[in-house]
């Protein structure tokens, strides 16, 4: 039994959400998508280590879970939209997030983002038929 | 018969969808991107499409991953949206067409995509936020829609080139039908983005700016990449935007450009809009 090698693998600080993150992680993606529902969201608040049980969440999934360790969890194989529905509730951002994943602050982030963008108008100026304002 | 009048692209990331919620189209951040939705409203109003076939991928509301079709049609009367995860209220059901949409499934799987059918299709702010940024918000939705998952969370998810092909079978198939409607398609998503790990906040504006260009004249430029290419270049979530290649493939080759609009960041993402128009309309 072996995992097939993809060529995407070599991307840096990237977790490519494929067959073999889905299948480790199952147990805890379905942890995840059951917040959907605020009455799933209200029993997790109220004892996360039980609620962690109760969908055969254990171990280093478990400790990352209690500890809101959005990283450990996304290389554990989290899926980041079913991450989402655990952190954005509990006031962290895909923002906030993407600063943790990089020992950064959401402002630093947020400036990162904000940079990308420089000279983007003239960008578009000198291409052919964009709306400019 | 119904035809396609054209095809309309938008970012759909939840925070276009919160601005909106919370008035905040003409704040500092917010404005340019919005102001560059008016001409795609105005087409769109003028025009009047019947229907909306709306390409887009669930983030886990409808499907979870016990279950991932690759592509999926919505075929109901009703559609409606739910909570995310995220304590927000719904918003209005939207109305479908049933007969339509199997019309459009019998076409498809005659032409050998062999489409999941769905009688019942929550949908989620991949489907509700570009909706909302070209027709508004409103209690009674002013177009019929009609959803079309492509699965781009859990990968393999299909290549560009396969999305580009599920358009030209599209069109066939909307043509074929023997109602008197105008039907619009929606490409939503993207563009760059990468929300996950130590790369997160990537955002490739020259290449998103190309990939626009070419989408609308030139589209199988962009079938030319594999996914783990435009991954690399544009982010693990930038992978959305070969939704937008099901929108063009249903479009006539030559198509007439009303409308280019492009803005980055929107949250971690850069946004773009496009409008095209069939020349026989």
């Given at each position: 039994m072996a995992w097939t090698k993809h060529?995407?693998?070599?991307?840096?600080?990237t977790y490519v959400f494929d067959g073999k993150h889905a299948h480790g992680s199952y147990a805890l993606n379905k942890l995840l998508f059951s917040f959907c529902e605020e009455a799933n969201r209200t029993e997790f608040d109220a004892d996360p280590a039980a609620y962690c049980d109760k969908f055969h969440v254990a171990g280093k999934y478990k400790d990352f879970v209690l500890k809101k360790d959005f990283l450990g969890m996304l290389r554990a194989g989290a899926n980041i939209y079913y991450m989402a529905k655990m952190a954005i509730p509990r006031g962290t951002s895909v923002q906030d997030a993407g600063a943790q994943f990089q020992g950064i602050t959401t402002k630093e982030f947020q400036a990162k983002l904000l940079a990308k963008a420089d000279g983007l108008v003239d960008k578009i100026k000198q291409r052919e038929g964009y709306w400019n304002g | 018969m119904a035809k396609i009048i054209g095809g309309v692209t938008s970012s759909h990331i939840p925070a276009v969808g919160n601005a909106i919620a919370n008035n905040l189209q003409q704040e500092p951040y917010w404005k340019r991107f919005f102001d560059g939705y008016k001409p795609a409203q105005d087409w769109l109003q003028k025009h009047k499409p019947d229907v909306a076939i709306i390409v887009y991928n669930d983030h886990g509301l409808n499907f979870f991953l016990d279950k991932v079709p690759t592509f999926a049609l919505g075929c109901a009367d009703t559609y409606d949206n739910a909570d995310e995860g995220w304590a927000l209220k719904p918003v209005s059901p939207f109305k479908g067409d049933a007969q339509f949409s199997w019309h459009l499934a019998e076409k498809l799987v005659e032409q050998e995509f062999d489409i999941c059918t769905c009688q019942e299709m929550k949908v989620d702010h991949g489907f509700v936020n570009p909706i909302r940024a070209l027709w508004g918000t409103h209690e009674v939705w002013p177009i019929t829609t009609i959803p079309l998952a492509v699965n781009?969370?859990?990968?393999p998810v299909p290549s560009a080139l396969r999305c580009y092909k599920l358009g030209q079978a599209l069109r066939k198939a909307v043509e074929s039908y023997s109602e008197d409607l105008k039907v619009v398609i929606l490409g939503t998503g993207g563009m760059s983005h990468q929300l996950q790990g130590?790369?997160?906040?990537l955002i490739d504006v020259d290449f998103d700016l190309e990939t626009m260009d070419r989408i609308a004249s030139d589209p199988e430029w962009f079938t030319q990449f594999s996914n783990s290419e435009i991954m690399r270049r544009?982010?693990?979530?930038?992978?959305?935007?070969?939704?937008w290649l099901v929108m063009r493939g249903a479009l006539?080759?030559?198509?007439?450009?009303v409308h280019k609009h492009y803005h980055a960041p929107i949250s971690n993402t850069g946004a773009g809009v496009l409008v095209l128009e069939n020349t026989f309309i």
């Open positions: 060529d995407y693998e070599d991307i840096p600080g | 781009v969370v859990q990968h130590e790369r997160a906040g544009t982010g693990t979530e930038g992978i959305e935007t070969i939704m006539q080759d030559n198509v007439k450009i």
